[in-house]
Every structure is written in structure tokens, then in C-alpha cells.
Nanobody, 123 residues
Framework: QVQLVESGGGSAQPGESLRLSCVAS????????IGWFRQAPGKEREEVLC????????HYANRVRGRFTISRDTDKNTVYLQMNSLNIEDTAVYYC????????????????WGQGTQVTVSS
């Protein structure tokens, strides 16, 4: 059974950092692309970053470029979203999602979703 569990969300002040984790079970990261998404109140969900089954990175949201990075630990079957220099506009529920794509690349849609983790940035 495919499952994605996000953690690491919480409260932060502007300029601080948080690291989100997405623990995958029921499949191996070597066969799946993982995307991080976020949805702020009243706004559409946006894709932030993706990491392919080959470890390639794609699909940056312009507003996070240079501040957010995605990485993975295949031994732990976990994907991370490191968020630095947080600002108030980063407040959102963050989701990870997965799609079977063993050939690499980032997909245009995802099959499996986690439950999300809230990130709140305020002063």
C-alpha cells in the first residue's frame, strides 16, 4: 500500500528555516517521482519542487527559487524540502505527492498524496 507521510511543519518567524520530510512506504523512490506542493488559504495549489526517480530536480516555483531545496535519502525512503529565508507568503499547507515514473523526469500529474503539514510564518 502506497503511503506518504509529511512532517516537520510548524511555526516560524520570517527569515527562519524549516525542513519538511516526506516518508514514503509501499514503494521505492528509485521508481517514483516525488513532488512538493503547497496551498495557501484561498489560493490554488502550486507545485514547488520535484525530484525524479533518477534524482533530477525540476519544477521550481519562482517564488522559492534560491530559498527552497529538495533532496532525498533513498535508504530512508524519504524526501526532504529544506526551506530557508521563510517569509509570510510561504504560509501554506505543504503536501508531497508521488507518481510511478522509473524513467526519470518530473510528471505533470501525481497519483498519490500525503495528508499535508501546516507551515505558518509570522512575526
Amino acid at each position: 500500500q502506497v503511503q506518504l507521510v509529511e512532517s516537520g511543519g510548524g511555526s516560524a518567524q520570517p527569515g527562519e528555516s524549516l525542513r519538511l520530510s516526506c516518508v514514503a512506504s509501499g514503494f521505492t523512490l528509485d521508481d517514483y517521482a516525488i513532488g512538493w506542493f503547497r496551498q495557501a488559504p484561498g489560493k490554488e495549489r502550486e507545485e514547488v519542487l520535484c525530484i525524479s526517480s533518477k534524482g533530477g530536480i525540476g519544477h521550481y516555483a519562482n517564488r522559492v527559487r534560491g530559498r527552497f531545496t529538495i533532496s532525498r535519502d533513498t535508504d530512508k525512503n524519504t524526501v526532504y524540502l529544506q526551506m530557508n529565508s521563510l517569509n509570510i507568503e510561504d504560509t501554506a499547507v505543504y503536501y508531497c505527492a508521488a507518481k510511478f515514473q522509473p524513467g526519470g523526469g518530473c510528471p505533470t500529474w501525481y497519483m498519490y498524496w500525503g495528508q499535508g503539514t501546516q507551515v505558518t510564518v509570522s512575526s
